[in-house]
């Protein structure tokens, strides 16, 4: 997305918590092909047919991001944040009414990015993540944003370090510790 519509969006999205309704309409052609493309990454590999599509899943997260009143969406990033967010919530709720799979079976090596998409077959490790990134948010909140905005998300490094307020060395650094603990979570589970 080039620098003037990122402000584009950021203003449109101003302009709608500020009370006008007709940013929102302006905002959402905008924000749609984005939110889609997030979709899509989390049901990569999926079949056409499966129950959760990728329109169903943008509509979804964009009816929770509207309906969220108290909401202070600061920038375009952080808006794709909180839908990412989202997206990962409802994502895991589907996982989670969908699976009486125990979780592990022995040891398996498994990447974030991999448990981060949703399939029948990967519910289990969906579920995992999320258990992961709870214990994560609760001793340190700002690494679990990071793999959320990374992961989830999908925002650049740079991008990360303007929604946190870090610098992209420290982005890095903090992502890395977090991969790290997370993989090791996810496999003592």
Do not use: C
């Not at 499966?50 to 943008?58: D, E, I, K």
């Not at 498994?110 to 289990?124: C, G, K, N, T």
């Amino acid at each position: 997305m080039n620098a003037d519509l990122s402000h584009e969006v950021t203003r449109l999205l101003h302009d709608w918590q500020g009370g006008d309704r007709a940013a929102l309409e302006k905002l959402t052609p905008l924000v749609y092909d984005e939110l889609r493309r997030l979709a899509s990454h989390y049901l990569r590999g999926e079949r056409k047919d499966h129950t959760l599509q990728g329109t169903a899943l943008v509509h979804e997260a964009f009816i929770r991001l509207v309906g969220q009143s108290d909401l202070e969406l600061q920038s375009r990033a952080h808006f794709f944040g909180v839908a990412a967010r989202l997206m990962r919530q409802i994502l895991v709720d589907h996982a989670r009414k969908h699976t009486a799979a125990k979780r592990g079976g022995g040891e398996r090596d498994l990447s974030i990015e991999e448990a981060a998409i949703f399939s029948p077959q990967r519910a289990a490790d969906l579920v995992a993540l999320d258990d992961a990134m709870q214990s994560l948010a609760k001793f340190d909140p700002r690494k679990s944003r990071i793999i959320e905005l990374r992961y989830f998300g999908g925002l650049s490094i740079e991008e990360i370090g303007l929604v946190e307020g870090i610098a992209v060395a420290t982005v890095r650094r903090q992502m890395r510790t977090a991969e790290a603990w997370l993989h090791r979570e996810m496999s003592a589970r």
